[in-house]
């Protein structure tokens, strides 16, 4: 396990990056023509990116990144 220690700005920073990352990987996954692999590699990058929005994001903000599972596309 890694610790880190952020100051408020930073935390702020932190988030905002992580969140235009999210934003990427959705709208790459709702790309029709990306095959299944593809999908599947980026769905296991979203959940590692998520798990770390987490510990940063208020709730109410997180609820707007979480994926069904059935969007997933894993196998």
């Known amino acids: 396990m890694l610790g880190m220690m952020f100051n ?10 992580l969140r235009k990352e999210l934003d990427e990987m959705l709208f790459d996954l709702g ?10 590699a980026i769905s296991k990058r979203y959940q590692t990116i998520f798990q770390m929005y987490a510990r940063v994001a208020p709730s109410k903000e997180l609820s707007k990144y979480v994926r069904d599972k059935r969007s997933t596309g894993e196998r």
Not at 8 to 17: P, R, T
Not at 31 to 40: G, V, Y
């Open 8 to 17: 408020e700005m930073e935390c702020k920073e932190f988030g905002y990056v």
């Open 31 to 40: 790309d029709k023509r990306l095959d299944q692999d593809m999908r599947i």
